[in-house]
């Protein structure tokens, strides 16, 4: 496996001057970076596909051990405060169990019986997408996950760093980002795990554009929950409709917090009207605004 290869250009790395150390790491994150670009149609068809079985009321389920599974933890968690999705909509089958996400569980890995027991424990079905994470691509557990939850029928995603692994045979949709070897052998918590981080975050991210979680580029679905957030959520009403902040504020007042249904109303819908508009378009708040435009 490349990310377990020994590189004799860093066998004096412990000798080096912390600034060529670090220059070393920094280099190594770059080429992480570079990886992902090869895999970014494989994350388009991957989250066009997601698209349609979440829309049939499906689920995100992040699957993997130590290092993977924390970073699928860390993605899926992030979902809900940026575009308010639901958390009933998550579902997170770490090797080892949520301990797992704070203090490693050796030996958890490797237990394909555990990561069967986890997708038929969820009830994993048609409708749901299942992303398999692991930088060796040979982890038993999240293999195993992977062909349980596609013997059910669901949409199975497949990250590795190494290519020719299993795990890319096991899913429907096969990612790839080779790292190659790390600076310090082994650790794929390093370049492995940086492009894994950033495959789950463009893939989650164009998942959510595609569900109009946004609009002209702004988190027109985040949770409101703090006086940041609803300043922010103001600053948005103001930019979508032009209007000005007393109006802004009013709306979102009347909208009970809800971002979409406040810039309906603040272009002078009423707060049933709005809801009924979304429902009718799925959320999708450009959708809604044409139909309201056409309506005037």
Known sequence: MATEHFSSRFQDLDTWPSLDVLSAFYEGQ?????????????????????????????????VGAGTSGRIGVQDGTELPPT????????VYLIAGGDRA?????????????E???????????????????AASGRTPFTIAALK?????????????????????????????????????????????GTAQKIILNLLSSLIMVRMGRVYRGLMVNMR???????????????????????????????????????????????????????SRNDGNLRKALAEFAQKK
């Open 30 to 62: 770059l080429s992480a970076v570079a990886a992902v670009r090869s895999s970014l149609p494989g994350i388009a068809a991957a989250a066009e596909e997601a698209v349609q079985r979440l829309r049939r009321g499906g689920r995100l389920v992040y």
């Open 148 to 192: 349980e939850a596609a013997s059910r029928g669901a949409q199975t995603i497949g990250i590795s760093n190494n290519a020719d692994a299993p795990i890319l045979d096991a899913c429907s949709h096969p990612i790839l980002a080779d790292t190659g070897e790390e600076v310090i052998a082994g650790s794929t918590r390093m370049k492995a």
């Open 101 to 113: 996400i704070m203090k490693a569980v050796e030996n958890a890995e490797d237990s394909v019986e």
């Open 83 to 90: 575009f308010n999705w639901p958390d009933d909509k998550l």
């Open 224 to 278: 409101a929950t703090n006086a940041k957030l609803r300043r922010r959520s103001e600053i948005m009403v103001m930019q979508i409709t032009d209007c000005d902040e007393a109006t802004a504020a009013s709306a979102i007042r009347e909208a009970n917090g809800d971002l979409k249904t406040a810039v309906l109303i603040a272009m002078g819908s009423d707060p049933q009207e709005a809801q009924a508009a979304l």
């Open 115 to 133: 990561g069967i027991a986890g997708i038929r424990n969820n009830n994993i079905g048609p409708n749901d997408v299942v992303i398999g994470v």
